[in-house]
């Protein structure tokens, strides 16, 4: 069982930065493949960004590609999504999801999800 804790989400105006952290506890984080995904009001979950257990692969979406870094430390089994850039589209709650399958996570399906932070990006 993995345990997964979103922080760092808030209020931020078009430009801006933040840095969403999402803490792990349980089994064996580093051996698990970490994801974000996000959800907007009146839409699906959609894919964010993932990174695979060596942290030496990492995967974006097209809306988040040169924006958006993840980036994972696995001593203190947390995973980062530093966000830059941000726009109004951005605004969503942010979820943290884990697996030990790389496919699972960017496919949505992965086992293990946090209960989301919300990022607001005023225009």
């Known amino acids: 069982q993995v345990q997964l804790v979103e922080s760092g989400g808030g209020l931020v105006q078009t430009g801006g930065s933040l840095r969403l952290s999402c803490a792990a506890s349980?089994?064996?984080?580093?051996?698990?493949?970490m994801g974000w995904f996000r959800q907007a009001p009146g839409k699906g979950r959609e894919f964010v960004a993932a990174?695979?257990?060596?942290?030496?692969?990492?995967t974006y979406a097209d809306s988040v590609q040169g924006r958006f870094t993840i980036s994972r430390d696995n001593a203190k089994n947390i995973v980062y999504l530093q966000m830059n850039s941000l726009k109004p589209e951005d605004t969503a709650v942010y979820y943290c999801?884990?697996?030990?399958?790389?496919?699972?996570?960017?496919?949505?399906?992965?086992?293990?999800w946090g209960q989301g932070t919300q990022v607001a990006v005023s225009s």
């Open positions: 999801a884990a697996n030990t399958s790389t496919r699972a996570v960017l496919s949505g399906t992965g086992d293990y």
């Open positions: 349980g089994r064996t984080f580093s051996s698990y493949t």
């Open positions: 990174i695979r257990w060596s942290s030496l692969v990492a």
